[in-house]
C-alpha cells in the first residue's frame, strides 16, 4: 500500500536511513558455498559470515520496493570494511552469547515497469546483533539457534530517496530466528550452513525531482535467507565393496573429485569406479603416500577398453603406482581400477590386456588381449588393506550439480545494431511523419549502444533469464526464457529528412515479447549457450537543433534475433565482471545475432571497470590540439602533482608521479606534433599497469566538427619504450552523446594502429579483460595522417 509521512528530525530532504533489512542480511550470504575464517575471540566464526570483501557478489533478483507500476530490485552487492566486535555474554538466549557488527554494503538497485531503465548504486553503512544460543566452542561441528536481534544503517545525500527506512529483526517487534551450523574444514576455516525467518517493514518517500518523486508507501513481507550450505566432500569413500566389473561402484557428488578411499578386503579384491576427467592433460592418479601395499591402476573407458596401466611409480614413489593423461584421448567418463600386484584384467579371451613388465612404465594396453574389452582378472592376492587413491583433474561421475537460478547477463553492443527502414522486417517511416508533406524515409540506421552507468563499466544491455537452469550432469541442457530487461541504443549519426537531422533512439515498451535462451554444460565449471530474442522497437526521433518536441513511432513489428552460433559461459565470474550478473552463470565471450531479415549485431560480455578516465594526454584544455595554450595548465598540474584533477593527462609515463620523465616527452611531443608513425620517440603512457578503465584521448567533441580538427592518433599495445603489452588493447570510437560508433578494434600485444578522429568524435582505448589478469600497458601518439 501506499502511505504519506512527515518529516523526521535530523533528516535532509536527500537522506536516506536503512533500518535492518532481510534484503541486506541476503548480502551476507547466498545458497552458495561460504567459507570463514576462525573468530579471534572464541575457537567459533564469527557471526555473520563475511564473504569476498571488496569483490562484487550477484544475487538472484531480489524484491526491496513493489508497487502495482514499479518494483525496485537488489541484483548484487559488494561487502566493504565488515568488522565484528567480541562475542559477548548475554541475548535472547539463557546462557548463549551476543555478537555486534559493523560496516558497508555497495547495493545495485535495477527499477522494472515505469521505472524500467532505472538503476542506481548505492553505499550503505550498517550495523547488527545476532544472538546466539549456547554453542559448544572448539568442537568441530557446531550447529545451534540464531536470532536476528537487530540490523541498522544510514546514508545521506541521494537524489531518488527521501527516505528508505527498513526494519526488521527482533529488537523492532518482528522475530527473525534461525540455525547456524559451523563445521571446522582441514586447515582451520570454517564452513557455514545458517538460514534466518526474517520479518521486516520498509518504508519510503521518494525525492522531489528523482525518479520516485511523488511517490511513497510501506510494506510488510518474510523472507527465507540462506547462507552458505554444508561442506562438499571432495573425497569418495567406498561404498561396501565395490565391484571388480564394469560398470564399477558410482562416484557421487558435487564439484571436484579429489581422493577415492576404501580397501582391499580380501584376497583376489579388485575395486572399480567411475569417475569423470575433466582436464586431461593435468589429470593423474596415484596411490603414492596412500596404500602401504604394491598397487596396480588401470584405467578404462565405459565400454572396458583399456586406456592405461602402471605398477610401480615411474617417478620413484616404490611399488606404489602413478598414471597420468598422457593417453587420455579426452575428457569423459572413466573406470579407475586398483589391485593388488599381479591381480591382472583379461580380455573375453582371457588373455592379459596389460603384460606384467616393464613394471615402473606407465603405458597403454601391450599385451596379447589388448585393448580389452575387461571381462576378468587373473590371479589371487592375499592383501588386506586400506587405500587412499589421489586425483587430480577429476570430478564426481554423477555429479548432480545445483541449480543456477534467475539472474541477469550484463552485454555491451559491440558492432551496432542494423535496422533497415523500407527493408524485410522494417517498414519505411510513413511520409507526413514529421511533418505535413515530409517524405517517406528508407534506408540502414546503425544504432549504437549508451552505457546504462559510466560510474560502474560499459554495460548498456540487460538481459533477464526467468526461470532456473537445471544442468545437473556432464552434459546436460535446459531451455529457459529470456526477456530484455534494458536497452539504451541510439543511432550513431542522425537521419536526415527534407533537409533535416534527426537523432534515433530505439525503445523497448514494456511489455517485451520473451525470448529463449539453451544452455548447455560441458564441464564442471561452464558450457555453452544459444539465444532468441525478440524484439518490439519503438522509435522516438528528436530534432539534432533542438527545436520541437520528440516525435514516437511503434511500427507494430518483432524482430526476431537469433545467436549466429554458440557462446560461452562460466559458473565463476570473471575479472572485473559488471556488478549485478549471475549467479552461477557468467557469458564470457562475445554473441552474436542476426535476423532473417538482415538485422545484425554482437554482444560482448560487459566489464565493470568504473568512470571512463576523462584526461585526455597533454591536451590541458581540452580543444583536441598540442600548443603553447597547454603548457600554463600542464605546469600547474605537473607542479601539484597526484593530487590535481588533470593530473592524469599529465603524467606522460603512466609512473602517478610528476618527475623528469613527464617534462622530456612532454617536450618531445609538443616539439615534433604531429608526428610520423614510427616506432619509437613521442609516445604517451596512458596505462601502464592496466586498470581495464576506458581512457578518453580526445578533448572537446562537437558537431559538426571544424575540419582543422581532426586528430589521427596511433594506439600502441606497448609502453611508449616498445616493451609489449602483456594483453590485447582495444580502442572505440564513440559520438558526442556516447554512443559507440563502430565494432571495437582490438590491437595484439606488440602492434599497433592509426585511428582517424574527426571532432565529433571521442575517442577511447582500454586494456581487453584478460582470465590471468595480466597487467598490460598502452601507449598512444599523434601523427600527421594515418597511412
Known amino acids: 500500500m501506499t502511505a504519506s509521512f512527515p518529516s523526521r528530525p535530523g533528516l535532509s530532504s536527500f537522506q536516506i536511513s536503512i533500518i535492518a533489512t532481510a534484503h541486506l542480511l541476503l548480502l551476507f550470504g547466498c545458497n552458495q558455498p561460504v567459507v570463514v575464517g576462525p573468530s579471534p575471540y572464541a575457537d567459533t566464526a564469527d557471526q555473520p559470515a563475511a564473504i569476498a570483501p571488496g569483490v562484487p557478489q550477484p544475487l538472484p533478483m531480489t524484491v526491496l520496493i513493489d508497487e502495482p507500476t514499479f518494483q525496485i530490485l537488489i541484483d548484487s552487492f559488494t561487502l566493504l570494511n565488515l568488522v565484528h566486535h567480541p562475542i559477548v555474554p548475554g541475548g535472547a538466549f539463557p546462557g548463549g552469547d551476543q555478537q555486534s557488527f559493523n560496516g558497508q554494503v555497495q547495493i545495485h538497485l535495477v527499477g522494472t515497469g515505469t521505472l524500467a531503465g532505472w538503476q542506481r548504486t548505492i553505499i550503505v553503512p550498517l550495523s547488527g546483533t545476532i544472538d546466539s544460543a549456547v554453542r559448544p566452542y572448539g568442537v568441530n561441528t557446531q550447529s545451534f539457534p540464531v536470532d536476528l536481534f537487530m540490523l541498522d544503517g544510514q546514508i545521506t545525500g541521494d537524489p531518488d530517496f527521501d527516505l528508505l527506512q527498513i526494519q526488521a529483526g527482533t529488537n523492532w517487534g518482528m522475530p527473525s530466528p534461525?540455525?547456524?551450523?559451523?563445521?571446522?574444514?582441514?586447515?582451520?576455516?570454517?564452513?557455514?550452513?545458517?538460514?534466518?525467518?526474517?520479518?521486516?517493514?520498509?518504508?519510503?518517500?521518494?525525492?522531489?525531482?528523482?525518479?520516485?518523486?511523488?511517490?511513497?508507501?510501506?510494506?510488510?513481507?518474510?523472507?527465507?535467507v540462506q547462507m552458505g550450505q554444508p561442506p562438499v566432500s571432495d573425497t569418495w569413500t567406498e561404498q561396501g565393496d565395490a565391484p571388480e566389473l564394469l560398470p564399477g561402484q558410482d562416484t557421487q557428488g558435487q564439484g571436484p573429485l579429489n581422493a577415492i578411499s576404501g580397501a582391499i578386503s580380501f584376497p583376489g579384491d579388485v575395486d572399480l569406479y567411475c569417475i569423470r576427467i575433466d582436464d586431461a592433460l593435468n589429470f593423474q592418479a596415484t596411490t603414492v603416500g596412500g596404500a602401504t601395499f604394491d598397487t596396480q591402476l588401470f584405467l578404462f573407458d565405459p565400454a572396458g577398453t583399456g586406456i592405461v596401466h602402471n605398477d610401480d611409480d615411474p617417478l620413484g614413489g616404490g611399488t606404489r603406482s602413478r598414471i597420468t593423461g598422457q593417453f587420455v584421448p579426452g575428457p569423459g567418463i572413466y573406470v579407475l581400477a586398483i589391485s593388488a600386484y599381479n591381480r591382472d584384467p583379461l580380455n573375453p579371451a582371457a588373455l592379459l590386456i596389460w603384460n606384467n613388465a616393464p613394471f615402473n612404465v606407465e603405458r597403454p594396453p601391450d599385451g596379447p588381449g589388448a585393448p580389452g574389452p575387461l571381462a576378468q582378472w587373473l590371479n589371487d592376492t592375499a592383501v588386506n588393506a586400506p587405500y587412499t587413491i589421489q586425483l587430480t583433474g577429476c570430478s564426481f561421475c554423477s555429479g548432480s550439480f545445483p541449480s543456477i537460478p534467475p539472474g541477469n547477463d550484463y552485454w555491451v553492443v559491440d558492432d551496432p545494431l542494423l535496422i533497415q527502414f523500407g527493408g524485410p522486417e522494417t517498414p519505411p517511416i510513413p511520409a507526413d511523419f514529421f511533418d505535413p508533406g515530409s517524405q517517406p524515409f528508407e534506408g540502414i540506421v546503425y544504432f549504437g549502444g549508451k552505457p546504462l552507468d559510466s560510474n560502474i563499466g560499459d554495460a548498456d544491455t540487460v538481459i533477464r533469464r526467468l526461470e532456473s537452469l537445471e544442468l545437473p550432469s556432464i552434459p546436460s541442457t535446459d531451455t529457459v526464457p529470456i526477456e530484455i530487461l534494458s536497452l539504451e541504443l541510439s543511432s550513431v549519426d542522425p537521419i536526415v529528412v527534407d533537409g533535416v537531422q534527426w537523432k534515433v533512439e530505439l525503445e523497448l515498451p514494456p511489455p517485451q515479447p520473451p525470448g529463449s535462451m539453451t544452455v548447455t554444460r560441458g564441464t564442471a565449471d561452464g558450457g555453452t549457450f544459444d539465444s532468441v530474442f525478440h524484439v518490439r522497437p519503438l522509435f522516438v526521433f528528436t530534432r539534432a537543433d533542438g527545436m520541437?518536441?520528440?516525435?514516437?513511432?511503434?511500427?507494430?513489428?518483432?524482430?526476431?534475433?537469433?545467436?549466429?552460433?554458440?557462446?560461452?559461459?562460466?559458473?565463476?565470474p570473471p575479472p572485473f565482471t559488471y556488478p549485478g550478473g549471475g549467479p552461477g552463470f557468467f557469458p564470457v565471450a562475445p554473441l552474436e545475432l542476426v535476423s532473417p531479415g538482415g538485422a545484425h549485431t554482437i554482444l560482448e560480455p560487459a566489464v565493470g571497470s568504473g568512470p571512463p578516465m576523462e584526461c585526455p594526454p597533454l591536451d590541458l584544455n581540452f580543444d583536441n590540439l598540442h600548443n603553447g595554450m597547454d603548457l600554463e595548465p600542464w605546469v600547474a598540474a605537473f607542479l601539484a602533482g597526484p593530487s590535481h584533477p588533470a593530473f592524469c593527462a599529465v603524467d606522460a609515463n603512466a609512473n602517478?608521479?610528476?618527475?623528469?620523465g613527464d617534462i622530456q616527452i612532454t617536450v618531445a611531443v609538443l616539439l615534433h606534433w604531429p608526428?610520423?608513425?614510427?616506432?619509437?620517440?613521442?609516445?604517451?603512457?596512458?596505462?601502464?599497469?592496466?586498470?581495464?578503465?576506458?581512457?578518453?584521448?580526445?578533448?572537446?567533441?562537437?558537431e559538426p566538427p571544424r575540419a582543422n580538427r581532426t586528430r589521427y592518433i596511433v594506439v600502441q599495445a606497448a609502453d611508449k619504450d616498445g616493451n609489449p603489452s602483456n594483453c590485447p588493447v582495444m580502442f572505440r570510437l564513440y559520438n558526442c552523446e556516447g554512443v559507440g560508433t563502430d565494432k571495437a578494434v582490438e590491437v595484439e600485444s606488440g602492434d599497433n594502429e592509426c585511428v582517424v578522429v574527426p571532432e565529433n568524435r571521442k575517442l577511447q582505448v582500454w586494456c581487453k579483460r584478460d582470465e590471468d589478469n595480466i597487467p598490460c600497458a598502452i601507449s598512444v601518439k599523434d601523427v600527421a595522417n594515418c597511412p
Open 548 to 572: 520541437g518536441s520528440p516525435l514516437s513511432w511503434d511500427p507494430g513489428i518483432q524482430i526476431p534475433l537469433n545467436s549466429v552460433g554458440p557462446s560461452t559461459w562460466s559458473d565463476t
Open 656 to 660: 602517478d608521479v610528476a618527475d623528469a
Open 178 to 224: 534461525g540455525l547456524t551450523t559451523l563445521t571446522r574444514l582441514p586447515g582451520g576455516d570454517w564452513n557455514v550452513d545458517s538460514f534466518f525467518d526474517v520479518t521486516y517493514r520498509i518504508y519510503y518517500v521518494g525525492a522531489p525531482g528523482g525518479a520516485l518523486a511523488g511517490q511513497a508507501g510501506t510494506q510488510s513481507r518474510q523472507t527465507h
Open 675 to 702: 608526428s610520423t608513425l614510427v616506432q619509437v620517440g613521442d609516445w604517451v603512457n596512458v596505462d601502464a599497469e592496466c586498470d581495464y578503465k576506458h581512457h578518453t584521448l580526445t578533448g572537446d567533441c562537437r
